[in-house]
Every structure is written in C-alpha cells, then in structure tokens.
C-alpha cells in the first residue's frame, strides 16, 4: 500500500485481488489439464519448475527494493 501513490491505493488493492482471482481459475485448469494429458508427475515437475522461477523472481524483486530503500 505504502508503494501506490497517494489516492490511488484502491486501484492497487483491485489489481491485486483481480491477479489473486485469476491465479486461482488458471491454475486449477492448467493443473488438470497437465494431468490429463501428462500425469501426476509431470504435474509435480511442471509446478516444482514453476515455483523455483516464482523464488528466483521474489529474490530479484526483494534486491531491487533493498537497493531503492537505501
């Protein structure tokens, strides 16, 4: 909240829970299709892979913001 300029916190709050929403529709169907066509252990390969990214990516984000606080 702290980041969003003055006014337009709400903006920032219904991004963020448009993004939560849509994670949860897409996720569950991209899951299910995975396994479908896959199996449940490519399922756990693919979210394992895409977990790591989501990590890395997090770390990179926290660096940028430490840099700019100091």
């Known amino acids: 909240m702290s980041r969003a300029p003055r006014g337009h916190e709400g903006r920032y709050m219904a991004l963020y829970t448009m993004t939560f929403s849509l994670a949860h529709i897409v996720s569950s169907k991209t899951g299910m299709e995975i396994i479908e066509v896959k199996g449940y252990n490519f399922n756990w390969l693919v979210m394992g892979l895409i977990a790591m990214a989501t990590v890395a990516i997090l770390v990179y984000l ?8 100091r």
């Open 62 to 69: 926290h660096r940028m913001v430490v840099k700019e606080n």
